[in-house]
């Protein structure tokens, strides 16, 4: 089970650099004030989830049957702002 847990939250951590690489581009392209607070809001919330994994992913560091190799990985994303 740990391992399919760790591979989906590397699964979310990747859709949550993916969509606030997009939301950016979409900001810097945007003219419309209300339209820019809610996508500012939106790249609020992913980096609340990301900090939330990161906490998440810090506490299993060392822990007996979890993949030192994945737990890194996994952590390595939380510290991103992007894929790129």
């Known amino acids: 089970m740990a391992d399919s847990l760790l ?28 339209l820019i607070g809610r996508l500012h809001g939106e790249l609020d919330r992913c980096a609340e989830r990301q900090a939330e994994l990161r906490t998440v992913v810090r506490a299993w560091q060392g822990r007996p049957g979890l993949d030192p190799v994945g737990i890194a990985f996994l952590l390595e994303l939380t510290r991103r702002t992007s894929l790129a």
């Open 7 to 34: 591979g989906s939250l590397c699964r979310e951590m990747g859709r949550l650099l993916s969509r606030r690489s997009q939301i950016q581009a979409q900001v810097s392209r945007c003219r419309d004030a209300d």
